[in-house]
Each structure stands twice: as C-alpha cells, then as structure tokens.
C-alpha cells in the first residue's frame, strides 16, 4: 500500500492511501508507520496520473516526483500563472504563520479553508473575492504594497510553532494590521469584493497549545525502516510525533511514493 498525502477534513487530519482508504489521526495516540522491505521510492505522478516510467525519486525530496511530473503539476497549477479561463471564483487571503511570517495566497472558494490547513497557517482572514485574473492582480498588489511574500518555507514555520504568542488576539495583531493596511489601498481590480476581518484561528485545530519544541525532524525514509511515536500536534503537512527522544516532526510529504506496511495505531 502506498500514502498518497495527508488531507484535512472537518474531523482532522487524515492519511489517504492508495484505494481510498483513510486512517483517522487524533492527538494521543500512538502510531507506527513502517517501509516495507527491500523497496524503492517511485515518483507520485501527477494530476491523477501514475508516473508513465515510474521512476525513481530521492529520499529526501519532499515533492515526491520526478522531473518531468513536476514540470506537468506546476504547469497545471494556478500558483504557476499559466491558466487563465479557470470560472470558479477565488478568495485573496492573508495567513500567519509566527511573528513576522505573514503571506498574501489565493485559493478557490469552494475549498474553503482547506488550502490553509494544508500550510499550517496559524491563523488567517480573508480579503477579498472574485475572478481568478483579479485575485492574482491583488495577490501581486499586496506582495508589493504591504512587502510580503506568496511564500513561507516549512523549515521556518516549524521553527516557531512552539514559540508562538499564548492569546489569540496576540496571534491575530499582524493580520489584522495588514488587512487594515490592503483594504486601504486604492488600485484593486473592480470585480474583486473585499471581505472584512474575520481572522480565523487554528491553533486548537492543529494541536499546538503547550507544543514542546521539537527535538528533530525525520530528512529521510529508507527501506525497511520505520518512524512512529505518540502524535501531539499535526500542521500542513507535518506530524508532531513524540518519542522517548523528544518530539520529532515528520513531514508526510516524504512519505509518497514508498511501499508501506499497514499502519499501527495504538490508543
């Protein structure tokens, strides 16, 4: 069996493999998740598709594909540019992610908040909502008026989620302070509707009250080895596991691609 990703339901995160079947992750258990013997990691493909060669990716690669597949999903991606006729309307937002780590994103409206859960954003609030062209030409207005980015590395995101401020309305200051600053700007599309603040905040959803700082991160998975612990806390991509070392994170990215033996989770 193989792990397609980690996905975000209105219940938590949850595994998805290969066959559709799902394995519920929820704070306190114990889980154990091991690579089957003698195995080889294979690229993920894209869009649905299977990798037409199945060729073989690094271990540390956290996109999971080879070259040609990720020039293909890049090339479908809305974050690449490179479509244009997409009808659905989508939401321009800004989420935060610790002190100073705050972008400007797009997403489809009918996703809801899930392209946030899958960052690990913090917190977020809307700002607007309209056409696919002009919510990419306020994404490129707010980069450059309010001087932040469409991206934040994981390396920094894990970096502060144990450090992050107690109250809530500590966690929502800086966005609530770029909202003020975006609405206020003149030069935004005409088709695009601007949204209030409502700053929507994940903490409790992600686990991350009282988060001890983690010890390691897993870099790599290997053939016939194994990575499990207790789960305290599951952000994006990322699962906070807590072993007799310390809390380590691993990052489910890596796990696409490697044969799995079934995983064991203990209450």
Known sequence: MEVLGLR???EGPELVWDGGR???????????????????R??????????????????????GRCEECARLDRAHSVAADTLTDDPRPYHVYLAWFGPGMTKVGITAEERGSARLLEQGAVCFSWLGVGPLMAARRTEE???AALRVPDRIPYVEKRAVRAALPQAAADRAGEVAELHARAVALGGWPESLVREPLRVVDHVDVFGLAGLSVAAGEVTELVAGGAVGGELVAAAGPDLHLATEGGVVVLDTRLMTGWGWCPPRVVK
């Open 42 to 63: 294979t690229c993920a493909g894209t869009r649905g598709h299977a990798c037409p060669v199945g060729a073989a990716v690094p271990g540390r690669s956290t996109g």
């Open 8 to 10: 975000w339901s209105a």
């Open 22 to 40: 799902r394995s519920a992750l929820t704070w306190g258990k114990r889980v154990t998740f091991g690579v089957a013997e003698g195995g080889v």
């Open 141 to 143: 207005l707010l980069r």
